[in-house]
């Protein structure tokens, strides 16, 4: 099945007071690129959810986000009483002792002051239970699991977008036969009137000989023969194996100089044309495979 590996997923569970929500982000990628940001009172699960990730995820440029919310009334802060008392106590001796009035309104106005010194508002590092650590790691699989329903839907859409350009490679391909003898003829018989130009004796059977093997150069045979096998195995590919993209490029690399031959030895304007409307179509299907697993 063909994944793309653009996509986003989302997971949130509730446990202990807490709301933790997990998101993951993935864009193309030769590897597996994976940034994980997470609040350091999780950290303890960063490996366990970064060898799951590498599992599930396998190629991208994949951020995860991991973020948490306290239920209302829960505590989340501290605030050092000691260490703020210390502050209001000294602040209030300054004060006097340069004549200014301390009570009232200019220790009110002080209070948020002091409350951004260090050491006096501080988080609440609250050991996280087990039970809290294993809800996390669930929901994190559980965003996984949703980024990759997401990168199959992609995928799917995909499939048929490059299907549908195959088919029109093999269609144009088709179209290539009726100016193949056309055009055979065309260049003996320029090669002929070149000869009579010159007004000298011929050989016809040995100009007949060369001719076949000059005309022999221009033959597409093999070109549109091998064109429709690697056809034929990029749909086989597509249909049946598991993470085809880097598989289905190397196909397309394989097409691409097929179709180059065949422009290279066409000596024909209408088979050049065909020519340059197959590469485009196959351009697209390049640039398609980026996207996928």
Known sequence: MIKSMTGYGKAETEIGGKTITVEVRSLNSKQLDLSVRIPAIYRPAEYEIRAEAAKKL??????????YESAAGANTVAINRAAFGDYFRQLGEIARENGMEWEGAC???????????????????????????????????????????F???????????????????ETLRGEV????????????????EHIESLQIPIDSNRLEQEMIFYVEKFDITEEKVRLQNHLDYFRQVARDEENPGRKLGFIAQEIGREINTMGSKANDVNIQRLV??????????????????
Do not use: C, H, W
């Not at 299907?285 to 697993?293: A, M, S």
């Open 58 to 67: 396998q190629r991208g440029k994949v951020e995860l986000f991991v973020s």
């Open 107 to 149: 220790s009110a106005t002080a209070l948020p002051a002091i409350l951004r010194l260090p050491e006096v508002v501080q988080n609440e590092t609250l050991e996280i239970s087990p039970e809290e650590l294993a809800a996390l790691k669930a929901t994190a699989v559980q965003a996984m699991d949703n980024l990759n329903s």
């Open 151 to 169: 990168r199959d839907q992609e995928g799917e859409i995909l499939m048929q977008d490059l299907l549908t350009r195959i088919g029109t490679i």
């Open 177 to 192: 036969i009726p100016y193949e003898a056309p055009r055979v003829e065309v260049v003996k018989r320029r090669i002929r």
């Open 276 to 293: 340059v409307r197959m590469k485009d179509e196959l351009e697209k299907i390049k640039e398609q495979l980026l996207n996928l697993l």
